[in-house]
C-alpha cells in the first residue's frame, strides 16, 4: 500500500511540476505588482529642455528586474559563455555548453568526467540540462560548472577562504562541501572509538577554523541569491545520523532551489523521493507548508507588505535526470 504503479508516478511528477512552475509563476506576477505599485507618481511633466548649461549626462536605461524575466545569453561560436567575475575560480573564465548530460560530459577528458560524473550525482542530478541557454544560466548564477569541478581539485582550503571572503558564493559554496567530507570522515573516526561528536568540536585543533567558517557559511546562505545554495544545503545532510531527518533536509534543500529559479529542483526531489513511503510523507507536509507560505504571501502583498526577491528562472524544460 503507499506504492504507485508507473502511470501514476508520471502524473503525480506532472502535477507537482505544474503546480511549483505555478507558484514560483505567482510570486513573480505578484513582485511586478507590488514593484509598480511603488512607483513615484508624477502628474507634472518635467520640462523637455534642462536650464543646466553643463554636458549632458548619460542616463543608463532601466531594465526590468532579473526576477522578473527569463533572461536569454549569447553562445559564443565555439559554444561557450562567460562566468560572471565574481563567480570566477581562478583559470576559469569561460565554460562549455551543451543539449544534454551525455553531450557535457564528452567534451572533458575520462578521468575528468569520472570527477564531474561524481558531482553530478552528489547535488542530485544538477547537471541535467536539455540546452546551451540552461547552461548559461547556471553559469550566470554560480553554479559550480564541471571545469570549477576540475580547477577546484589545484585550489587549497586557504585559497577558497580568500575567494570566498572576497564575495565569491561558489569558492564558499565548494570550501562547505570540503568541510563536511572533512566532518564525515572526522565523526567516523569518533564513531569507531566509540567516542560523540562533541569530541571533535572540545579537543581537535581544527574545530576553531570550522567555527569560523560555519558562521562565514551562514552568512553566505541569507546573502547569496544563486539557487545552488538550495543543493548545497541538501548536501548537509552527509553530517545527519537519522534518515528520515536527512532525507528532510535534502527535500527542504532542492525545493529552495526550485524557489530561488531552478524549476528542475521538483524533478529532482521527485527523482530522490521515487516511491520510499516515509519520504512522500516528507515530501507532502514540505509542499504543504511551501503552499502554506506562498498563501501568506499572496496576503502580504495584498497589504503592501513587500514582495520576496526570487532570482530568475531557468530557461526551458526539464530534461532526464542523470
Known sequence: MGRFDEKEQVQRMSRRTVLWFLGIVVVLLLAVLWHRQRLPVNPTPKPAVSVNTAPAKSVPVAKPAQSQVARTFVIAPDATVPVPRRFQLPGVERVRTASSFNEWMEQFPSD???????????HFGVYSINSPQQVAWMAQMGYPMPEDVIAAKFL????LR???GQGNDKAGFLLHEREVDTL???YAELAARGQDRSQFWRNDPAAAQFNRDDAQYNRLLETSMSPFKGFVKANDAL???DPKYASADIISGLMWAGTYGDFRASQFVDSYVGLDPKR???LAGAESADMNALSSLMQLQLMGCPGFNVG???PGNVAPVH
Open 112 to 122: 575528468a568526467q569520472k570527477a564531474i560524473s561524481a558531482f553530478n550525482s552528489r
Open 312 to 314: 530568475n528562472t531557468i
Open 239 to 241: 553530517l545527519v545520523d
Open 156 to 159: 587549497s582550503d586557504e585559497n
Open 280 to 282: 512522500e510523507a516528507i
Open 184 to 186: 564525515q570522515a572526522k
Open 162 to 164: 580568500t575567494l570566498a
